[in-house]
């Protein structure tokens, strides 16, 4: 039996590297029979066989798991997001970020294409540095912010997740020397991304450390979680909430709330707290139906 970790998955297939050596593996049958799930970033072991093909055995216990993308293992998240083309989502980028908190996996916010424009750059900064994330500005056009991004990568687990041509690719080609990951240009008619990544892989950086690319998004699901427990994924709406007069205070119009007493008075950004409400719906929606 050897021991390795899955970097990639495609076609059935779950490619294993075990020390210098990477191979190609099936499942064995109780994994079907279970539904249980091996995902990237997963410690297995294996059975090997002849011509660098094995024979999944087992998933050792993980750290944590990223729904989406799909990975196991991993010590942070660089969520990226563009300044321009496309525009950033703060919708899209709240919803992704209620999703590491869920999971406790560090999340560094990385806004890349500044050689684009910086009109939203200063408001970005202060809404999301005053929460406690770090912020990394890059452009892998101009290499502009390169060093800080592998520095944050270094001696990592990381990936790279954010919405369809927001340069992830682009910036993983820029650290990693013939690299050569895929790129497209955003559609210039819908100014939106086009999708170039096609599964979450682990690639190995020069300097130690590994970083996965992975597929862009459009939209995310909600997690599985009841609406009090949507709170606590806002580190500032849970910094005040309390001091809400009543336990099971949702933020919404009920007396006494501290947290709309923040959002008046300005210690809560007002869009945050809004994407809040929006998920506190679309939950309450889905509890309905």
Do not use: W
Request: glycine fraction near 6%; proline fraction near 4%; include cysteine.
């Amino acid at each position: 039996m050897q021991e390795g970790l899955v970097i990639k998955i495609t076609g059935g297939y779950y490619y294993v590297k075990s020390g210098a050596e990477i191979l190609v593996c099936t499942l064995r049958g109780r994994f079907r029979q279970e539904k249980e799930k091996v995902l990237v970033g997963d410690r297995v072991q294996l059975k090997t066989a002849q011509a660098a093909t094995g024979v999944i055995e087992k998933i050792f216990p993980r750290k944590n798991i990223l729904f989406q993308p799909s990975i196991a293992n991993i010590s942070q998240v660089v969520v990226v997001f563009s300044l321009q083309e496309p525009e950033p989502n703060l919708y899209l980028l709240d919803r992704f970020l209620v999703q590491t908190e869920l999971t406790k996996v560090k999340a560094v916010l990385c806004l890349n294409k500044i050689d684009l424009g910086k009109q939203q750059l200063d408001c970005l900064i202060q809404i999301y540095s005053s929460l406690g994330y770090v912020i990394l500005t890059t452009s892998a056009k101009t290499k502009q912010g390169l060093a800080d991004l592998r520095n944050v990568l270094k001696n990592n687990t990381s990936i790279l997740a954010g919405p369809s041509g927001v340069g992830k690719s682009s910036l993983l080609n820029a650290l990693i020397p013939d690299l050569s990951l895929g790129t497209r240009e955003i559609s210039r008619k819908l100014k939106q991304g086009k999708h170039t990544t096609r599964y979450v892989r682990l690639i190995p950086l020069p300097d130690n450390g590994l970083v996965a690319d992975s597929p862009g998004f459009s939209n995310l699901a909600l997690p599985d979680i009841n609406q009090e427990e949507l709170a606590p994924c806002f580190v500032e709406i849970y910094k005040y909430q309390e001091n809400c007069k009543y336990n099971n205070c949702l933020h919404l119009v009920e007396p006494g709330c501290a947290v709309q007493e923040a959002v008046t008075e300005g210690k809560i950004n007002p869009s945050r707290y809004h994407n809040y409400l929006l998920l506190l719906k679309e939950m309450n929606k889905r509890k309905r139906y």
